[in-house]
């Protein structure tokens, strides 16, 4: 039986970044990953296809709208949907490449197939032929992601009510998407869609979109779908159920009157988040702690309750993002070699990747009222970008909350142009307590989006803000 010093189940982005961290700290690794592609969720049916799918229709809405206005004369395009599937995979392909190269180059034994602990120290791993091999391990890092979710009365048949992963490969354009549920996977993958010509329904149990977020963001993000793509919003509505046939689909809920609605598509999306993937684990056999909704308990240095045991990403508590476990799995690869990591799991960035982009780090506003503390509010609209108005992207804006007294930024919350990429600014200078004025005085280069985070400071500041 081949021993390792730290054995990683799960070979998503926390799991291999924790593999390859472990690695590169002198462990002897194990990476168990239960489908032949490394990458988990994220890079084989997340992440990273829905972004090169939002890419290529944005791409083809950009043709076929702004184009002329840009000066640039071409025939009407029509969407070639088979190709954007082929090129997202081959960016899938290329993405999951470069984990195995990862992998080799670290010197980390990989194991295809589903792991199962027998003791604390011992784990099974079923390959998809049937057999079975198993390894000794003095410490396990379980990174075993989390799966879609579903609703009562919804049942999935993967053709007419599909999940993300489905969403991804359809070979054809839906005429009208149903999507229930508005947080970030519907919102993105219906943007594709919408681009692409499709009429797209959100139907949401909450008063709005987003609901986690800013609830100003929710606001203008729903104002812009409403506006550039003519997504059609039922918020307050109760999904009660699903039907499907062979070429269309039925969605029944209750209104905020307790009225019954139907709605009638040919595609329906459920996105109403994910589960933790804690399936035949053998958890409950070496006895580590699950809570009600299924995720693992772990303490402040991610350690379940049994020893050597760890968890991270999405099958404990905590934000499910691609990011925010790959930060557990490097503080996780140092806790065990003796450092001192840290995490301030309020600088965990949240982005959505429609068009115009929402990006959100610390505070919302509702959270500040909710805590009674005092604080004081700084905008900066797109609109009065001088780069915005060059590449014609003028919706949203920036918004910056500072303590009323110390004027330390509390959060920062975007919607707009490349904010996914503004937002690391936000990220810096919170972990090292900026105040509103600290960027306020920074040089910002002219003419770029990040100039708006600068504004937003100076009018968090005292109204300062040169440009409005």
């Known amino acids: 039986m081949e021993k390792f010093d730290v054995t990683i189940i799960g070979g998503g982005p926390g799991g291999y970044v924790a593999a390859i961290r472990c690695a ?45 206005e840009h000066g640039i004369d071409i025939d009407t395009p029509k969407p070639n949907i088979k190709q954007m599937i082929e090129r997202k995979r081959g960016v899938v392909k290329m993405t999951v490449d470069g984990i195995n190269f990862l992998m080799k180059k670290n010197k980390i034994t990989v194991f295809t197939g589903h792991g199962t602990f027998l003791t604390k120290n011992q784990i099974e791993i079923l390959k998809a032929d049937g057999s079975k091999e198993q390894i000794e391990t003095a410490k396990t890092i379980i990174a075993t992601g989390s799966k879609p979710s579903s609703l009562p009365g919804i049942e999935i ?3 007419r009510v599909i999940t993300s992963t489905e969403a991804l490969e359809l070979q054809e354009i839906p005429k009208h998407l149903i999507i229930i549920g508005g947080g970030v ?44 793509l003519s997504f059609e919003f039922l918020t307050k509505h109760k999904v009660t159920g699903t039907k499907a046939t062979a070429k269309e689909v039925t969605v029944s809920a209750l209104n905020s009157k307790d009225e019954k ?30 809570d009600n909704r299924g995720k693992i308990e772990t303490d402040d240095h991610l350690r379940t309750n049994i020893e050597g045991i760890y968890a991270i990403g999405d099958v404990i508590k ?94 920062v919350h975007m919607i707009g142009p490349r904010t996914a990429d503004m937002i690391a600014e936000a990220v810096i200078a919170m972990e090292y307590k900026a105040s509103a004025e600290d960027i306020s005085r920074m040089s910002h280069a002219h003419p770029t989006f990040t100039e708006s985070m600068k504004e937003a400071c100076l009018d968090a500041t005292g109204k300062r803000a040169i440009h409005i």
């Open 318 to 411: 905590g934000a499910m993002l691609a990011h925010k476990a790959e930060e557990e799995g490097v503080f996780v690869a140092e806790h065990m070699a003796g450092q001192k990591p840290h995490i301030d799991y309020n600088l965990i960035p949240g982005v959505v990747y429609t068009w115009p982009e929402v990006a959100a780090v610390g505070l919302t506003e509702e959270q500040l009222k909710e805590q009674g503390r005092k604080y004081k509010v700084g905008n900066f609209p797109f609109k009065a970008s001088g780069r915005a108005r060059a590449s014609m992207d003028t919706d949203g804006f920036v918004k910056v909350l500072a303590d009323e007294t110390t004027d330390e930024i509390l959060g």
């Open 24 to 68: 590169q700290l002198g462990m002897k690794t194990a990476l168990i990953e239960k489908y032949p592609a490394l990458g988990g969720t994220c890079l084989n049916v997340g992440c990273i296809p829905s972004k090169a799918l939002l890419d290529s229709s944005e791409h083809f809405h950009n043709a076929l709208h702004n184009f002329k």
């Open 157 to 159: 048949d993967k053709k």
């Open 185 to 228: 996977i519907g919102l993105e993958l219906g943007s594709v869609y919408g681009r692409l010509g499709s009429k797209v329904t959100v139907v949401e149990f909450m008063d709005r979109i987003i609901a986690g977020m800013d609830g100003s963001l929710s606001k203008e993000l729903q104002r812009v779908l409403k506006k550039e």
């Open 261 to 290: 609605v139907e709605i009638k598509g040919d595609y329906c999306l459920v996105a109403v988040g994910r589960k933790p993937y804690t399936d035949n684990l053998g958890l409950d056999k070496i006895g580590v702690k699950v």
